[in-house]
C-alpha cells in the first residue's frame, strides 16, 4: 500500500523503478547452483559478518551494527555492489542462529526502528541473536532521495489538485519521478521486494544461518512471501503480522486503505466525543462533518508553516492518517487538532505528518557503501515506499486511462471515505512517469513448497485488511497457517499479548496454533510500524 507509515513521530514515513526484468528467470535458484549460465554469486554467499559497537551517541551498548555486500545488479553482479546496514541484539544463551526483523513500510529503516523499539524482542534472545536491516535504497544503504530544498515527491500530490483535468498533475509527476532518478543514483532501478528478497538471502548465508528464520510486519509480510516464493527450502520459521495484498492493483489498494482509515477514525471520534477536550464538542455526528468541514476550509486556504510552507487540507489528511495507527497517539492527535482549530497552529499535526517538518538535505548519489545516518535525506522514507510500491507494480496506464479511471473511481472513493477518500485517490497516481514493475510478486508468490509460516491478520486493522490475510493465506497454499487476531490497531504483535505469545512460540519452539484460530481483543493500545502494506 502507499501509506504504510510509522505511527511513531521519530520514525516517519511518507512510490522509482522497476527494471526489475533482472533474471527472474532464475530468482528462486540457489546462489551457488551448478547451472554455470547463472551469474556467480558464490564472493556474496561467502562473506562473514564483522559486529562492532554501533557508532553513534544514542546507540544502545549491547547493539551491534555491521554490513553485507551484495550486488548492485543480480544478473550482472560484476557491475556493482551496494552495502546493506545490520544491526543485531545478541542471544542472551546459546544461540540457534538468528531472527531477522523487518518494521514495515517500505522504506522503513530496520536498524532506527530496532534502536527505539528493539526491548520488546528481548524474548527473542533466549534462542537468536535479534538482526534488523535497512533494506536497499532505504536507510543508511544507498538511501534513494527525490527532493530538492523544501518539495518532496508527496507534496505534488497533496496539493489541490483538480482530479478532473490531472493533465499539470501528472506533468509535474513524471517531472518528480526525472529528478528521483537524477538524486537516488544507480541503486533506483533495482530497488524493490524481488531484490530485497535477493539480499535477505545473502544475509542470510553471511550470518551463517542454513534456514531464513524470519519476522516481518506490515510491507515486511509481502517480502517474506517473496523469499519463500524464491527461496522455498531456505524457509525456516517465518512469522508475517499485519498481512500486505500480494494481487490487488493500486485502485483497490487504495479503496481498502480509505475504508480502513475511516473505521478508524470513527471510532477516534466517538472516543473524542466523550472527552470534555474534544475540539469537535460532544455532537458525534456533527464531529464527523466538522471533520470534512475543516479538510475543505483548508483546502481551500492553506496555512503557512514556520518552514516558510503550506499546510493544506490534504496534509492534514495524512496527518490523521499517521496518527491512527494506534490508540495510544488519540489523546497526543486530540490536542494537535485543537491547537489547529482554535489557535491556527500547526505545529502538533506536523508532527504527525512523514516528513513535512524538516527539510531535505543536499546530498548526492552514494558509491554503494553505507551512509552516515545525518547524511540520510529526510525524505529517504517516501521516497523509498515511491519507488518499492512501483517497481512491485506492474500497471503502467497511460494519461487518458488515467484520467477515466479517476473519473470512475472518485465517486467509490469518496463514498468509502468523505476524508480519506480523495487522499487516497491521489496517490493511485504516484508511479506515472516511472518503470514498469515487476509481474514476479503477482505471477510467482503462490503455492509456495515451504515450511508452514504463521500469518496474523487483525480485524480493526486500518492498513491490512483482515481479508488480505485470508486471501494472502489462500494464495500461499499448505504452508500458511492464519491466525485470527480480534483486536484493533495496525498488526498484532505489540497490540495483542494473545498474538505476542503465539508468534514467539513460534519462532522459539515451532509450537504453531491451530490454523483459523484467534486471539481475542486485550486492550492493550500500542500498534506495530505499518510499512504498505
Known sequence: MLAMLSPRPAVRRCTGAGALALALLGAGLPAAAAD?????????????????????????????????????????????????????????????????????????????????????????????????????????????????AGDDASAVTNENADLSHPQPLLKRLRQTADRCARRSGPVLPHIGTVNASRDLDVIRAALGDDKLNYLGFSYGTRLGAVYA?????????????????????????????????QTALDDFLDWCATDVACPFGKDRRAAGAEVVRVVRSLDEKALRTDFGGSFSGQDLVGAIGQALYSKEMWPSLERALASLIEDGDVRGVLNFSAGGAVLPRDRQPGNGGLVDADEVPADNLPAALMAINCADDPDRPGAARITEDLKELRPAYEKASPVFGRY?????????????????????????????????????????PYRWAVETAERLGPSAVLLDNRGDGHTGYSSSTCVHRKVDDFLLYGSLPANGSSCPADGRGWSRVPSSG
Open 424 to 464: 487516497r485517490l491521489t496517490q493511485l497516481l504516484m508511479c506515472y512517469g516511472r518503470p514498469r514493475g515487476t509481474d514476479f510478486i503477482r505471477d510467482r508468490v503462490k503455492d509456495v513448497p515451504s515450511s508452514k509460516m504463521l500469518l496474523v491478520g487483525t480485524r480493526g486493522d486500518p492498513a491490512t
Open 36 to 148: 554455470t549460465s547463472q551469474p556467480d554469486l558464490s564472493r556474496f554467499y561467502r562473506q562473514k559478518v564483522a559486529w562492532a559497537a554501533c557508532e553513534g551517541p544514542d546507540m544502545p551498548k549491547d547493539l551491534q551494527c555491521a554490513k553485507v555486500t551484495v550486488p548492485l545488479d543480480y544478473a550482472r553482479p560484476r557491475a556493482g555492489t551496494l552495502d546493506v546496514a545490520l544491526a543485531r541484539y545478541r542471544a542472551t544463551g546459546p544461540s540457534r542462529g538468528s531472527v531477522l526483523l523487518n518494521f514495515g513500510g517500505p522504506g522503513g529503516a530496520g536498524v532506527d526502528e530496532l534502536v527505539s523499539d528493539g526491548r520488546q524482542f528481548m524474548e527473542l534472545t533466549n534462542a537468536y541473536d535479534v538482526v534488523t536491516f535497512d533494506p536497499r535504497g532505504v536507510g543508511r544503504s544507498s538511501p534513494v532521495s527525490c527532493a530538492d
Open 229 to 261: 516464493a524464491q527461496f522455498p527450502d531456505k524457509v525456516g520459521r517465518i512469522a508475517l503480522d499485519g498481512v500486505d495484498t500480494l494481487t490487488e492493483p493500486l485502485s483497490e489498494q487504495g479503496l481498502a486503505g480509505a475504508e480502513g482509515q
